[in-house]
Structure formats: C-alpha cells, structure tokens
C-alpha cells in the first residue's frame, strides 16, 4: 500500500497527538497529586515489563541475518541474562553478552 505526503503527515499528526494524550492522561491530570501504594508498586515493574518487550524480538528474528533465527545471538543473549543475575550487574551484563556475541560469531566464522 502506497501513501501520499499528505496521508503520512496525517498519519504521523494522528500518532503524535494520540501520544501526547496518553501521557497527559497520566502525567497532566493526576502528575500532581499523591497515589495509592499499590500504583506505585506497579509502576516499578514498567521497565522490567518493557524492556524485554524490545529485545526479545531483535534476539529472535534479528535484522542481521534478515530475521531467520541465530543460535549465536540466542546464546550471547542467554549468557547476558546470566551474567545479569550473577553479578547483578548491568554494565557486566553488557560487557558480558557483547563478548560472547563476538567470540561465537569469531568461532562460527572458523568454523
């Protein structure tokens, strides 16, 4: 399906106006005032909530290899969740799947 220029602006006005009143929703109209203990307690597992939501989808179908599943990317993604919960660490974390993405892609390539 094609759209014109004027369709895509229109489209992109849409979203940025439906955005801004979700947040404003949350933000604007009660921002100021104090809630409940049980909304705050959940609002502590957004991140945790969201963030697999964006990886799990680069891990298995991963653009590099035009969405065909890799059992190198699967792994170095195991070994950062594991590096994770071992050290409770993020920057290791990182580090840690960085350098097993690296050295299997290194060993594939011997191989």
Not at 24 to 36: C, E, Q, T, V, Y
Not at 79 to 101: E, K
């Amino acid at each position: 399906m094609t759209y014109s220029a004027a369709e895509i602006w229109l489209i992109i006005a849409i979203m940025g106006i439906g955005t801004f009143l979700i947040r404003f929703s949350f933000l604007g109209l009660i921002g100021d005032r104090a809630m409940p203990a049980f909304v705050l307690r959940l609002l502590r597992y957004t991140p945790v909530a969201v963030l697999p939501g964006m990886v799990a989808p680069l891990v298995l179908w991963p653009a590099a290899t035009d969405g065909v599943f890799d059992p190198v990317r699967m792994a170095a993604a195991v070994a950062t969740v594991l590096i994770g919960i071992w050290t409770r660490n993020v920057l290791w974390a990182i580090l840690g799947g960085a350098a097993t993405l690296y050295a299997l892609m290194g060993l594939s390539a011997l191989l």
